[in-house]
């Protein structure tokens, strides 16, 4: 079969939905598929992909200005409008026979390209950018509760903590951003089927997205590579002598780490904790952490191998989430390779820890620490939950298990169609 993969990441530099992309082609490729990759590139910053793993993603450049609003209708409205006929094109010519789009920028025009050229399409969705415009559903950083919808209301109070003293100013866009959910969501209805990397996003978009009724939506999880990574981690010697706690991942509010120093405080977490990631809360972070005297230690964005050689041997890892987390590349990456977890429970954290069986799962702050604070001092308990956590994925997360879902998702529609 011919697919084509379109993604708004690709490694090496991305995050884990590029990750996960990555893992989805490397699979298909493995069943003697013939994949082709296309990434629009819309950011001046942006690292372009070259070729990895004997990839090489086709790269569609399109230029978008740094000013907000502005810039997201140029990578919205204007992009799909463009990406689609480029897209539209490359599926004649090279004869594709089935299209995957992999997250918001890419997802729309793929969409269109593929219903253009008369061939099945499938959107994944990772976060909740067809029903929030920020993406997390975090109304204002300080409240735990999510927002019950895109209403005019609502978005007038969720703007304030992102515009600061200029969020008047912002409130003549609302129109403008409910409208662009609203295209979004009819776009991805235009789906031939609709993946969910989590059973909560696929339940979310259900009821938050009633345009899609007509689309199958159905929770499909991200694929990891079981086999080689434990192989990569066993030759990876420890960054550090003795023991070690352990967060990786964006330094930023819907990741939780606001609550991470008071976690740790609550834990009484007395041997060094490292940080792995980088972010906009990375300098109110280490300033809150300096205060407590605890030993905590900051390491700023690393290589995958030098992330991977701190979380093969970390004794335990947080997972602090504030937003619904759809599903973590971290605690996938860290289950495989046996890792305690203690996790606050958000989005599709359930469906990779199950409380005392692949780990601890919170409600609470308090009870984030008290967990941490039980994996620190007892041995069996981080064991086994290590242990259960590893045939977990190995039955439910491995690649060779995914991908041969998407294959029977993609016979099927090709079939029908």
């Keep these: 079969m011919r697919v084509l993969i379109t993604t708004d990441a690709f490694p090496p530099v991305c995050g884990g939905s590029g990750w996960s992309t990555y893992e989805l ?31 090489t993603p086709t790269m569609f450049r399109h230029w978008s200005p740094s000013v907000p609003y502005v810039r997201n209708y140029f990578k919205n409205e204007l ?6 006929k480029y897209l539209s094109r490359f599926i004649r010519e090279n004869k594709i026979d089935i299209v995957h789009a992999q997250h918001r920028l890419t997802g729309p025009p793929s969409i269109a390209a593929a219903n253009l050229e008369g061939i099945p399409s499938v959107c994944t969705v990772r976060d909740y950018w067809p029903v929030c415009y920020w993406s997390d559903l975090i109304v204002t950083p300080a409240s735990d509760a ?31 951003m409910r409208s662009n959910l609203t295209r979004k969501r009819v776009a991805l209805s235009c789906a031939t089927a609709v993946t969910a990397v989590s059973s909560v996003i696929a339940r979310d978009l259900r009821a938050r997205a009633p345009e899609l009724t007509g689309a199958t939506v159905q929770a499909i999880p991200n694929p990891v590579d079981v086999e080689g990574l434990r192989h990569t981690a066993a030759s990876l010697p420890s960054p550090m002598t003795g023991k070690y706690g352990l967060f990786v991942g964006k330094l930023e509010i819907n990741k939780g780490v606001l609550k991470l120093v008071e976690v ?21 972070l280490e300033q809150t952490a300096k205060a407590t005297g605890l030993d905590i230690r900051f390491t700023g964005w690393l290589p995958r191998d030098e992330v991977l050689a701190w979380m093969c041997h970390a004794m335990l890892l947080a997972f602090p989430s504030h937003g619904p987390e759809s599903l973590s590349r971290v605690l996938l990456e860290s289950c495989v390779l046996g890792v305690p977890v203690a996790a606050m429970d958000t989005g599709g954290t359930g469906d ?22 039980r994996l620190r001092d007892d041995s069996h308990l981080r064991h086994r939950l290590g242990r259960a956590a590893q045939k977990h994925v190995d039955t439910t ?12 998702l993609y016979e099927r529609l090709c079939e029908a169609r």
């Design 146 to 176: 999510l927002c019950p919808s895109c209403t005019v209301s609502t978005m007038t109070h969720c703007v304030r903590p992102r515009a600061g003293t200029l969020w008047p100013l912002t409130v003549p866009m609302i129109p403008y």
């Design 25 to 55: 082609a490397k699979g298909l490729r493995s069943r003697s598929h013939h994949v082709e990759i296309i990434r629009p590139l819309v950011d001046h910053s942006e690292e372009v992909t070259g070729s990895f793993d004997d990839f």
């Design 79 to 84: 992009l799909y409008k463009r990406l689609t």
């Design 264 to 284: 740790l405080e609550r834990a009484q977490f007395d041997l060094p904790f490292v940080v792995v990631g980088d972010g906009s809360e990375r300098e109110r």
């Design 397 to 408: 997360f491995s690649t060779s298990v995914v991908i041969r879902q998407i294959e029977s």
């Design 352 to 373: 990779i820890i199950r409380h005392d069986e692949t780990g601890l799962l919170s409600t609470t702050v308090d009870q984030l620490g008290a967990d941490i604070g």
